[in-house]
C-alpha cells in the first residue's frame, strides 16, 4: 500500500501565494510521475501539473507561469509553488501519483485525500 497525504491549503487573497505539499509513504515504491489535479465545485477534476522521475513537468495552461513543481520535487515529498492565485484557482486540490510498488511487481495509481485552496477576491 502507498498513501499520499496533502498539506498546505488554505484561503488567500487573488494575487497571493500558496504551497501545497504530498508526502508518500507506504511499502518499497518507485514514483515514475506525481502531481496535482483540482476540482472546483461542479466541474470535472483536471490536471494541474505533474512531474515524473525524468524531471519533465507537465502544466495546464490555465497555470503556466505562476505554478511551479519544483525540479527536485520528483522525489518525495512534492512542492507545488502556487503564485499570483485567482479566484478562479478555488478547488479541491489532489495530490496524485503513478508509482510502481516493487514488492507486488506492479504500478500502482494512488489519489491523496485532497487539501481545499480558496482564493477570495
Known amino acids: 500500500q502507498v498513501q499520499l497525504v496533502e498539506s498546505g491549503g488554505g484561503l488567500v487573497q487573488a494575487g497571493g501565494s500558496l504551497r501545497l505539499s504530498c508526502a508518500a509513504s507506504g511499502s518499497t515504491f518507485t514514483i515514475e510521475t506525481i502531481g496535482w489535479y483540482r476540482q472546483a465545485p461542479g466541474k470535472q477534476r483536471e490536471l494541474v501539473a505533474t512531474?515524473?522521475?525524468?524531471?519533465?513537468?507537465n502544466y495546464a495552461d490555465s497555470v503556466k507561469g505562476r505554478f511551479t513543481i519544483p525540479r527536485d520535487s520528483a522525489k518525495n515529498p512534492v512542492w507545488l509553488q502556487m503564485n499570483s492565485l485567482k479566484p478562479e484557482d478555488t478547488a479541491v486540490y489532489y495530490c496524485n501519483a503513478r508509482v510502481y510498488a516493487r514488492l507486488m511487481g506492479k504500478y500502482l495509481e494512488v489519489w491523496g485525500q485532497g487539501t481545499l485552496v480558496t482564493v477570495s477576491s
Open positions: 512531474i515524473n522521475s525524468g524531471g519533465n513537468t
